[in-house]
């Protein structure tokens, strides 16, 4: 299909999660000029709470925030500048949202034609999904029991369906991040199922926008540099029929568009950027090209693509038991020390205590002691900290083991350490686990209802996958003399978590910095560098990937975040610190090139 040509479609990204900030509604409808406003709310973490949300209300599942904060209250002004809006908002349940906002509009006296996709939700099928023998494909584990939830990445063309059926505002269930973007485009522009470039700069396109503030500035390597956090500028894609876009952000406001903020969302959480593979497409990310274009503008082009897999991916949650989580305050001389002999001490109590009222043991048990740098290993320097809190997370099959532990650690405050003091928080919530694994397309149709009328939405079934071949990269030798200089002296780093593993963007400086950073952040060193996150005494696997046209190296780190963002102990179960753990990682350079790098030097006080 020929694409349209002539015109610029302006999409504002609202927010980066289901609970993003009240503010950026307003903000982009009052400087934006929005043809399309998108909302991203959900994650692998956030499914099972809506599938929990529709366990104890049939009626619930899907983002409140939706209605409470983000478009029911302004639902005049987006009736008024003829804005349309599209949102992954419906989590478990999007014809019930569908519904609750129908009354909303009709409440307010507007006329505005709500559509809703489904085809997601695979519930019904999880036997047989479990009698196929699927197995985690980061793990191998078995399919769970006690399933919460089970959903299907659908990708974008249900949207655009949607669209063209003549719905104003279009909630889904899980689909891609990206196909809140890249619906409408296909839509506006009239894509087809095999303009795969195109389909791939819409998805770019989607993934720079989906994430909200992240691409203004927001979570920046160089943070000094972005101005009023307090009003930071969420962001606006000005996208063109030929699949370039300028991203850039209403004016007035904080934050900052540079090549660095795009640079790092850009290659946030995509693992291989020449093979980051959604349902519509398969995309090379790895010569895209970024020009900054003024102040607060920045182009985007380069995007390819390659058709589609065979396969969606699948993520289900499962009922994990209980924890519970305490923190405890801890002050005075070594601090580190008594906290940790202190947690060791209430396991142990708690433990003759859940023998005593014939419970199990703990499934698992962790101490995280913030303020010492544990998060850094052997990279950090806090071990004299004189004061700290104590994390201490349990983990069990039974709610009442959970809560005696929150109930028995207070006990730390008049009878162990020194300097205890009250404690911050206890909380006994449900253990949320995750599944992640790829089914046949050919068994999931997509809907889309509109006005009471449900069409189904056909997709290509695609192709199997396939490995790319790689080009070696050249690697220089270690330079005579050679200096070793701080990472963050010479790139920006940004990093995410993806289920059990975690991705970290490292992004050249300069490209001269480039082939250094190529020598010194080997897939070994790197390992070696978070031998502290893996599990045992292996080293985590590393997956080095290539990103030219950014001058840039994509680190993931495998098996490194103990159960993923819903079940892990740690202290960023997110990964969104991993990165900063790397700032100070040694990069060899010539000493010619150390004497005119500037800047972020750690060693003269530069934090």
Sequence with gaps: MTAATGKVVRIGGATASFSDTALSVPQLLDGGRLDYLVFDYLAEGSMGLFGRMQAADPSAGYGTDFLAVHVGPHLRQIAAQGVKVVANAGGVNPAGLAAALDRMIAEAGLSLTVAYVEGDDLRSQVEQLRAAGHRDMFTGAAFPDNVISANAYLGAFPIAVALEKGADIVVTGRVVDSAIVLGPLIHEFGWGEGDFDLLAAGTLAGHLLECGAQVTGGTFTDWRDVLDWANIGFPIGECHADGTMILTKPEGTGGLVSIGTVAEQLLYEVSDPADYIVADVCCDFSEVRLEQQGKDRVRVSGAKGRPPTESYKVCVTSDGGWRAVAYQPIIGEQAAEKARRQSEALYARSRALLRAHNLADFTETDTVIIGEDASFGPHGGGAGAREVICKMVVDHPDRRGADLFAREQWAGISGMAVGTTINLATTVLPKTEIFLFLVSKSGIVPQVTVLGETWPVPVPVGQPASVLPRAPQPVPDTPPGAVAVDLIRLAWARSGDKGHLFNVAVIARH?????????????????????????????????????????????????????????????????????????????????????????????????
């Design 511 to 607: 490209p001269q910095y480039l082939p250094w950073l190529r020598l010194s952040l080997t897939p070994q060193a790197v390992a070696d560098w978070y031998r502290h996150l893996a599990s045992g005494d292996d080293l985590p696997r590393v997956d080095r990937y290539e990103a030219p046209g950014l001058h840039a190296l994509n680190l993931v780190v495998c098996d490194a975040l103990a159960g993923g963002i819903n079940a892990s102990t740690r202290l960023d179960p997110a990964a969104k610190g991993m990165a900063q753990m790397l700032l100070r990682f040694p990069v060899l350079v010539p000493p010619d090139l150390a004497a005119t790098i500037g800047g972020h030097d750690f060693a003269n006080g530069d934090r």
